[in-house]
């Protein structure tokens, strides 16, 4: 053990990400009234990774994400997560969250799913892209020994959710794909013990993982980066198709699913691409699947653009509301009228919101209070 | 025009690593040769005047194929002759446990020479990044803040993706991001990497341990291919050394009738996009390679490289 970590209770609001190398180590001794005591380590974690084949001439071939890294003895893959270990794949932050936090359900964004909850969220180090925009790089864009990582089994996760009486697990912050298998075993052990769990992803995945994978989830928020593969290619560094299968795969599955989109100035913030978009989810998924605009900050390798103008977010918001998709968003610009969820039906404010805060709640069950329409997701 | 040295022991006894005193032998003939100065010393000096000297190992194999610390100690004992202070010596990778792994000593004090990992306490990477065409990464700070030069000290290896990991490829151990530069045969991203400023103005030299050379299996340790060659290589110019380093391990891959790289999916195109940056030569014809034999009394004859 290298030392004691406290982390502050429920309610508060600061992260703890433990990225003492990039110089970000939180106030971690803040607030420590009916606090959990954790553990930081210094050790990797040693379990075999799971979608992974041997090849012939020595080496793995991962089968986890689309990128399908070939990785010989002692090297990792793109992810930085897993290690080829003598020919056997390892993920070595299994059981090693690096940041922490209980928040509101609202901050994934999921909107529709159990509204004013909290959700236990957590991260290890690693990611299997590289967005020039990422707003977590000092914890998705290193290796798990840059990070201060907490000693968090499976178990203790769901030891803080019940005796917090928080009700779900976010796996969030970095890309959880990369610790798929200890995001696996915690919903596992989560559902048996009543805690949901919800994945905040890329939605960079295989077919098989996510599959298997969905079945245990209770939701799932896909950060759609652009509707188009030149920019997946050069900001995302990543591939678009992918992410599009993934989404109608985990629609079908039935399991709640919500959408962001980063408006980044330049780069994916044309008309035309909000009406391709828009058009692309209802052919594909729906009229009713959340869609969240959200306002890009200039952040990691894209400080050179300001900030989305609103005007851009409302314009998105306009076509895509004008093109038939009823639950649209924006994100990231607290206090905005699109913020709040309203019935299309009667289009009165059924969920009135304030940045993570709800301020007035018209449901009834999963029905508009005033109209008795039915508002899809989870309540 | 570059030149590379290349120094082979004969005499000694093939498949064991020289002692610190022979190393230190191969390297002072090595270095005379270079910058024809017939005292070693002064042709350290000359190299290193003055400040802090950084040597990047590689370590990521253990201790059966990585910079060895017996080469490590006989140019460190160079450099202090040199008059360079011991504690302004600084041997360094990655990590801590790498260097462990590979037989160093940790010393992070200010007595002696320091030999260290970037995630030591304190050090860390650079709070800046550092970019050049499609690589963007944080450098160690033994790097940034703590060397004025270094030396740049990797083993001679076939590698899984890149082909070669020979200097180039060793400085992915600088950076903070090295999974993220493996496509496409590295290429790119390699030469990209010894591109980024504060890499490019401190390296000032390049020596690649082929006593033992990984012509296949790379970069890990594989008994199955590993062959005794019995030379160091010593450049001034990352590139040119790198492509001598390439042409040597290709002979063993002939010579085990193991296909060329590039038949098998590794040509080594960063060294070409190297030369582009104009970090040095990738053509054998703008390459002097000077090849000396040092037997086991110590004198020295010209040699062949092959």
Sequence with gaps: ?379 | MSTVIVVKSTGGNPGKKPDSEKYKTLLNEGLRLLTEDKNPSGCLARLFPGGRVGMKTNCLAGRLNSTTPTLVDALSELLKESGIEENNIIVWERSNRELSSAGYKLNASSFGRRILGTDSNGVGYSRAFYSSDGVNSLISRILTDMIDYNINLPVLKDHSIAGLSGGLKNMYGAVHNPNKYHDNNCDPYAANISNLEPIRKKNRLTIIDAIMVQYNGGPGFDSRYMAYYGGILISEDPVAVDRVGLEILEYFRRINSLPPLEKVGRSVKYLKTAALLKLGMDKLDKIKIKVIDVGREGKSRPGSLL
Aim: charged residues 25%; contains cysteine; hydrophobic residues 35%.
């Design chain 1, 1 to 379: 053990m290298e030392r004691r970590l406290f982390l502050k209770c429920m309610g508060c609001t600061t992260c703890v990400t433990a990225a003492s190398q990039t110089g970000l180590l939180p106030d971690i001794l803040g607030g420590i009234q009916n606090a959990a005591a954790f553990d930081y380590t210094k050790k990797l974690s040693n379990v075999e990774a799971r979608y992974y084949k041997k090849l012939k001439d020595g080496g793995i071939e991962c089968e986890l994400c689309p990128r399908h890294c070939m990785v010989t003895d002692l090297e990792r893959g793109y992810c930085g997560v897993r290690e080829n270990q003598k020919d056997k794949y390892i993920t070595l932050v299994y059981g090693l969250p690096c940041s922490l936090n209980i928040d509101p359900i609202e901050k994934k964004p999921l909107f529709h799913f159990h509204p004013g909850t909290t959700a236990f969220s957590l991260a290890t180090a690693g990611c299997n892209s590289n967005c020039k925009f990422c707003q977590n790089w000092e914890i998705s864009q290193v290796r798990p020994e840059q990070t201060d990582n907490i000693d968090l089994s499976p178990a203790a996760v769901v030891d803080v959710c019940t005796s917090r009486k928080v009700p779900t697990i976010a796996y969030t912050y970095s890309e959880p794909i990369v610790f798929y298998e200890y995001m696996y075993d915690t919903t596992v052990l989560g559902h048996k013990n009543d805690i949901k769990s919800v994945m905040i992803t890329g939605g960079y995945i295989e077919e098989k993982p996510l599959a298997d994978l969905l079945v245990h989830l209770d939701a799932v928020k896909v950060d759609l980066k652009a509707i188009r593969e030149n920019y997946y290619r050069d900001i995302v560094n990543a591939e678009l198709k992918p992410v599009l299968d993934g989404l109608v795969q985990t629609r079908k599955s039935g399991v709640w699913l919500e959408i962001v989109y980063l408006v980044v100035p330049t780069l994916n913030d044309t008309e035309s691409e909000f009406k391709e978009l828009a058009r692309w989810i209802k052919a594909n998924l729906g009229t009713d699947v959340p869609l969240h605009f959200s306002r890009f900050h200039p952040q990691y390798l894209l400080k050179n653009l300001p900030p989305t103008p609103i005007s851009t977010l409302e314009t998105a918001w306009n076509i895509c509301r004008a093109e038939g998709l009823e639950y649209v968003y924006i994100g990231n610009v607290r206090g905005h009228p699109a913020e709040s969820t309203y019935c299309p039906s009667c289009g009165k404010k059924v969920i009135d919101r304030n940045g993570y805060r709800i301020r007035q709640y018209n449901l009834k069950g999963n029905r508009c209070k005033y109209c008795d329409n039915e508002i899809p997701g989870r309540f």
